[in-house]
C-alpha cells in the first residue's frame, strides 16, 4: 500500500529541478471533472496540469515573475 503523500513518479522522477509543495485549495467541481477528464486524454498527471495552468496564468497577469 502506498504511504499517503506520496509524489507520483513522474514527479519525482522528471526533468524538472523545481522544488513541489503541497498545498491544498478548493476549485469548482466542473473545473476538478474537466481536469480529470483532461488527465486522462494527455496522458499528464493531474499535479502538472494544474502547474502547467497556474503558469499561464502567471505569465498572463506577472509576465516578469518567474
Excluded: W
Excluded at 3 to 29: F, H, M, S
Excluded at 50 to 60: Q, Y
Amino acid at each position: 500500500m502506498a504511504t499517503r503523500g506520496r509524489k507520483p513518479l513522474e514527479l519525482r522522477n522528471g526533468d524538472r529541478k523545481t522544488k513541489l509543495i503541497k498545498r491544498n485549495y478548493y476549485i469548482e467541481e466542473r473545473h476538478a471533472k474537466a481536469l480529470t477528464v483532461l488527465s486522462a486524454l494527455t496522458g499528464k498527471e493531474l499535479s502538472l496540469l494544474v502547474n502547467e495552468a497556474i503558469g499561464g496564468l502567471i505569465k498572463k497577469y506577472q509576465p516578469k515573475t518567474e
